[in-house]
């Protein structure tokens, strides 16, 4: 037997005399049990693995469950031998059970220690042996959680005031494990409303951490500065791993200014003891809170005098720490966050060191190594020491539990400055934490604290030596910035007279600070992820930031500095770059500053800057002579996304990859829908891009010519390991974009085409754009529409192809081939159809006008592309058919084509069936389909007629029975959906309601849809806080009682129908949905249409009138008076049709409203254009004749003067 295996069976004889003694002996001087741990403990260090789990367990469990006291000597040996066994093997894991035994264990023998000064070491050594079980278990119970960091808990006993910086260090790394919870566990603790942490918990770990944080930094020989570091680093995660957890219990404010101070822990320039608000002893303990609070401190802005000494002097960036002594910003005043009344912020950073050259032109001047390595933390050394601390973004950040890992404190391992960028970071993690918690409408409560005082976040991101810690600064911005538009937009660059600076002026000088600032790191980075992260935060506040308001430059400086990383030698910093101009060119609304941008000639470089390194000097200085000199910024911008789309061989764009190409096309897309007046010269050369990277669709792979390819020497970039799929010069989501391209170019024309005179383009321009996009561009899917549609009609059967006298074999065999043929060309067109998609897409952009002077023969082609697209089996192209269907459908040239019933029929069929799919379907589907069905029954009068021209055949129908059933049941079953598809659905059973006949309506199959479609619009235009949809609701029912085509005398609905439409006329609270069940009830022609619903009308009508003026939203102010002219119009055509049994019964009921109803009457009719005051006339007319009459009752006469001086409103002046 060999050593290994002696001491394995050693070690296992131990551990079975320990299990054999059940209790611990009574005699004190009874040490074997001592011996026996101390011996395991020993043997322990030795062994490599341990192969007997179930012993192990065991033991442990055994020796916490009774058998050694926590007040006993033998603690002390057990620690260390579970502090061995899981430590030194990495196989052995402890159950959940056996685990939380061995913590309450832990801190019971951690409380009868702690306070016993000859126990030091055994301190530590319990401490270690906590450490290493809470490392490996998680989601403990609420007692263990109590038992560690309740308000008496162990852990924050031992970080009290007074306890030994070795204790602090490792209760705060238990803390740490403790506190920390795997995102599974966070993530279903949200979608159950759980708590993870009690809030007593909550309360007292954060107060505790926070007295850590505040209290003064010790000396060196009471504890050495990286003892300091790894207790700060624990810290601050802790805090970290709080907010994330428990949001609602921590107190933002207080975190925030308690990391503040340690985001320039090490900086050179910062003093950290003048950033500390330094506490004594534990602060009072925090109280429970149910949110993350905004800083309160941040409202202290009322008081003027402070502010008036606040703005006596602009604060400058501290270098030294005489000069912070002597800042404007008292300690106090730092950390707690006012600054609100602060007139202008202080600049970010001292950068009057800080060279404009960019640091990637500097590359031939390099430092030594040696020096180098001492200044500054290389990232491949931060990406060695924090292998689980990520800056992406808040949610995706999730520190780990051995980050702070220290087993020797004073040893070697980390270098000192690698500990301080590492405090740093965990600092900028925790405020960022509490920034993204607390939500969008609150985070700007913290924006003066750390974007307007001095130090501020920029002088992290300018002064930082750490490319981590650079990076997590950038991503505190990005929180702020990001969906931050509603808040930024209130920033002026104007003051103003008042006594103090405005929120306003404030966010307007710290976002042309911010400008500044960026640009300036932009040309001082040299890290490529800090580069890129500096480009996301520069493309958040281009996105955010409203320039209208703004004073110009800004966009200036941005342009300026942003254009030369276009063609950096990192491809993922150059696709950073283009994405930058995309927001830049998107800008809403458009300021004369980009425009003047654009077409300025291209300013030469500032003296400082260089060619990009992947050029030579002679070379950059000839490209910049020949190329750009006396081009614009358009035609440069231009120039540069066709350098990245056509010429991937090119010397200076070598090592293209797929996000610059993305990148480009999307640049070219911004330039096109938004500014189509600066570029459309340069049409021509956009042109020319679609068509080359178009060829990838309808060319076979193997004819690409090799040119294209990539040399596969290529070195990789940022350390990321690239696709090769991805270098090739066209792949498929290249083409997809490039004919999003080709439809934004066209989107863009047929706007400015609508513009009449002032438009940039002639019809003849955007003729001949779309001749030939049909015929190059979108040539391969008319030809493959076009066959597909013709192989269809004439091998639907693939029997009927075959010899009729070939044998049964052979028969089987050809059908066999036929069928394997198909599924080779599914799979074929699968591959593709991503981009088929895209090219169908560019169909919807077509107008009118264009459409038909296209011609018959591309109208038919169309026309065929779409009916196939439609009735195709990939639901993504058949989506996109049915779109281009909803747009083009009332076309003249695609109801008048002999294809056009036969397309029609089609995109009814499929959008029912996608409609009817309710559950197989995704809602943005079935929105599509709505939207699509809705255009399609608006226009069914129109397909009928040219189907019975073309038929010659006026007995047959438009549509079978059955499927206008199937329309009416997926539209009734479309206005019980979402919200966004209700609307749709309403004006799809209206239309196909309104537009069927009375013999159609009685049908067995329809009858009772038909009922079921009104009861559903009744529901629709009465209920639900959906204005849209009412509204729809209403005009669909008007639609109905107008259409003339069902008898609305016999109908039984009729009744409940002019009841709902009359409630709202009277008093519903939104007037445009008032206006349209006015105008529904217009619609009726005939008295006999009323029935006995007459009067009820009338006195509708009468309130309506008089309770129009009575606004509660002032928001309907601006409906007001169409109301009111919509209201007297309907007055008006009930007078119409009024008889004298009618006047006899409305006489009281006008002579009640005879005062209200004439002056608002008589300015309706001075209002209304001449077309609406037709009922007017008819009514004025009506009433005379009918005093005319020998036979008038009182009552009778009496109604009808006062409808007389009703619609005889200036009436008589205006005909004389």
Request: glycine content about 4%.
């Amino acid at each position: 037997m060999d050593h290994a295996s002696e001491n394995r069976q050693k070690w296992n004889d131990l551990a079975e005399a320990l299990l054999k003694i059940r209790r611990k002996p009574a005699t004190p001087d009874d040490s074997s049990i001592y011996d026996i741990l101390t011996e395991l403990q020993a043997r322990s260090s030795k062994l490599r693995v341990f192969y007997d789990q179930r012993l192990i367990h065991s033991l442990i469990s055994h020796l916490v469950s009774g058998l050694v006291d926590p007040s006993s000597l033998e603690s002390a040996p057990v620690a260390r031998l579970i502090t061995s066994i899981l430590s030194h093997q990495g196989n052995v894991t402890l159950s959940s059970e056996t685990s939380d035994r061995v913590i309450v264990w832990l801190s019971d023998t951690l409380k009868f220690n702690l306070h016993r000064p000859e126990n030091e070491i055994y301190v530590q050594e319990i401490l270690c042996a906590m450490s290493v079980v809470l490392r490996d278990a998680q989601d403990h119970t609420d007692e263990i959680y109590i038992s560690l960091g309740g308000a008496r808990g162990s852990l924050i006993q031992a970080l009290e005031a007074g306890s030994p910086w070795n204790f602090q260090a490792s209760a705060m790394q238990c803390l740490h494990h403790l506190t920390y919870v795997t995102p599974e566990i966070v993530t279903e603790a949200r979608q159950h409303c759980d708590e993870i942490f009690p809030a007593e918990v909550v309360s007292s770990i954060q107060r505790i951490v926070i007295h850590v944080l505040k209290q003064q930094q010790p000396n060196s020989d009471s504890c050495s500065h990286r003892l300091y570091m790894h207790l700060i680093a624990s810290a601050l995660s802790v805090l970290y791993n709080l907010v994330v957890c428990a949001p609602n219990d921590v107190l933002g404010n207080i975190i925030v200014s308690a990391c503040r101070p340690f985001v320039f822990y090490g900086l050179p320039g910062f003093t950290h003891d003048e950033l500390v608000q330094h506490t004594s002893g534990p602060e009072v303990d925090i109280p429970q809170s149910s949110g993350v609070e905004s800083d309160a401190s941040s409202r202290s802005y009322t008081n003027r005098n402070r502010r008036k000494r606040l703005r006596r002097k602009r604060a400058q960036p501290s270098r030294s720490p005489s000069d912070s002594a002597s800042s404007l910003y008292t300690p106090t005043t730092a950390i707690e966050g006012v600054g609100l009344g602060f007139k202008s912020p202080p600049p970010a950073a001292a950068l009057d060191s800080v060279s404009l050259k960019p640091q990637w032109a500097k590359e031939s001047r390099q430092l030594p190594a040696e020096e180098e390595e001492k200044d500054t933390v290389t990232p491949w050394a931060i990406k060695d020491i924090l292998p689980a601390v990520s800056v992406k973004t808040p949610t995706e950040v999730c520190i780990s539990g051995s980050e702070t890992d220290f087993s020797d404190y004073e040893g070697g391992g980390e270098k000192e400055s690698t500990l301080t960028a590492r405090v740093r970071q965990c600092s900028l993690q925790a405020i960022n934490s509490v920034i993204d918690k607390i939500g969008k409408q609150h985070k700007f409560s913290y924006w003066p604290p750390l974007m307007c005082q001095n130090p501020s976040l920029m002088t992290s991101v300018l002064k930082d030596p750490s490319p981590s810690v650079r990076m997590a600064s950038l991503q505190v911005i990005n929180t702020f910035l990001l969906d931050s538009s509603q808040v930024l937009t209130l920033a002026v660059d104007d003051e103003g007279k008042g006594s103090y600076a405005t929120l306003g002026h404030q966010l307007g000088t710290s976002i042309r600070e911010l400008h500044r600032c960026l640009s300036l790191a932009l040309l001082s980075e040299k890290f490529p992820g800090a580069l890129v992260r500096t480009l996301k935060t520069i493309e958040l506040l281009v996105e955010n930031v409203n320039y209208s308001k703004l004073k110009p430059g800004m966009l200036t400086k941005i342009v300026t500095h942003v254009k030369y990383f276009m063609r950096y030698k990192e491809a993922v910093v150059r696709a950073n770059a283009f994405s930058v101009m995309v927001s830049v060119l998107m800008i809403k609304p458009q300021v004369p500053e980009l425009q003047d941008i654009l077409l300025r000639f291209k300013t030469p470089a500032p003296a400082t800057l260089v060619s990009p390194p992947e050029l030579s000097e002679d070379e950059g200085e000839k490209v910049s002579g020949d190329k750009d000199q006396g081009k614009s910024m358009v035609s440069w911008l231009i120039q540069r996304c066709m350098d990245s789309l056509l010429t991937p061989d090119h010397e200076a764009v070598r090592g293209i990859y797929i996000q610059v190409q993305l990148q480009s096309l999307k640049v070219l897309s911004a330039l096109v829908s938004e500014h189509l007046n600066i570029i459309h010269q340069s049409l021509p050369l956009i042109q020319h891009v679609i068509s080359v990277c178009s060829k990838a669709l309808r060319e076979p792979a193997e004819a690409k010519p090799e040119r294209w390819a990539l040399e596969s020497s290529n070195k990789l970039e940022v350390n990321d390991v690239i696709d090769p799929a991805l270098m090739s010069p066209d792949p498929g989501v290249v083409v997809e974009h490039a004919y999003t391209l080709l439809g934004s170019l066209l989107g863009a024309v047929k706007i400015e085409l609508e513009k009449g005179t002032s438009s940039c383009v002639s019809v003849d321009q955007v003729q001949q754009l779309w001749l030939w996009t049909l015929q190059g561009p979108l040539h391969g899917l008319l030809q493959m529409a076009s066959s597909l549609a013709i192989d269809h009609n004439n091998f639907s059967d693939p029997s009927k192809i075959i010899k009729q006298d070939a044998g049964p074999d052979m028969l089987k065999q050809e059908t066999e081939n036929w069928r394997n043929k198909e599924e080779v060309e599914i799979l074929e067109n699968q591959d593709h159809h991503k981009q088929l998609v895209a090219t169908a897409t560019v169909l919807s952009h077509f107008s009118p006008t264009i459409f038909e002077s296209l011609g018959e023969k591309w109208i038919t082609q169309v026309v065929t592309t779409v009916k196939w697209l439609v009735t195709n089996p990939d639901p993504d192209l058949r989506l996109a058919g049915v779109r281009i269907m909803a747009i083009i459908v009332g076309f003249p040239g695609v109801v008048g084509n002999p294809l056009g019933v036969g397309l029609l029929r089609a995109t009814v069929v499929t959008t029912s069936d996608i409609l009817a799919q309710k559950e197989n379907n995704v809602n943005r589907d079935r929105l599509l389909a709505s939207w699509a069905l809705a255009n399609v029954s608006s226009v069914l009068e129109l397909y009928s007629e040219s189907w019975q021209r073309i038929e010659h055949n006026a007995s047959s129908d438009l549509l079978p029975p059955s499927l206008l059933a199937r329309l009416l049941e997926v539209g009734v079953r479309a206005c019980k959906d979402k919200d966004k598809i209700k609307p749709h659905g309403v004006r799809c059973v209206g239309n196909v309601t309104s537009f069927l006949h009375a013999n159609q309506a009685a049908d067995p199959t329809i009858a009772p849809l038909v009922t079921k479609a009104i009861e559903t619009l009744i529901v629709c235009s009465s209920t639900g806080n959906n204005m849209k949809t009412r509204w729809n609701a209403c005009h669909a029912l008007g639609n109905i009682l107008t259409s003339g085509r069902l008898s609305i005398v016999d109908v039984p609905w009729r009744s409940q129908v002019l009841t709902t439409l009359g409630n709202l006329v009277e008093n519903f609270k939104n007037y445009k949905v008032r206006i349209q069940a006015c105008s529904a009830l217009c619609g009726l022609n005939s008295r006999e249409e009323f029935g006995q619903e007459y009067y009820g009308i009338w006195r509708v009508l009468l309130h309506g009138l008089d309770n129009a003026q009575n606004i509660i939203d002032y928001q309907e102010i601006r409906h007001r008076d169409e109301l009111i002219n919509q209201i007297c119009q309907g007055i008006c055509q009930l007078a119409a049709h009024l008889t004298l049994d009618d006047a006899g019964i409305l006489c009281e009921l006008l002579q009640v409203h005879q005062d209200m109803a004439t002056p608002l009457l008589k300015k309706a009719h001075s209002s209304l254009p001449p077309e609406r005051t037709g009922y007017a006339l008819k009514a004025h007319s009506r009433v005379e004749e009918l005093l005319l009459y020998d036979a008038l009752t009182e009552t009778q006469e009496q109604a009808l003067v006062i409808l007389q001086s009703l619609t005889a409103s200036d009436f008589n002046a205006e005909i004389c």
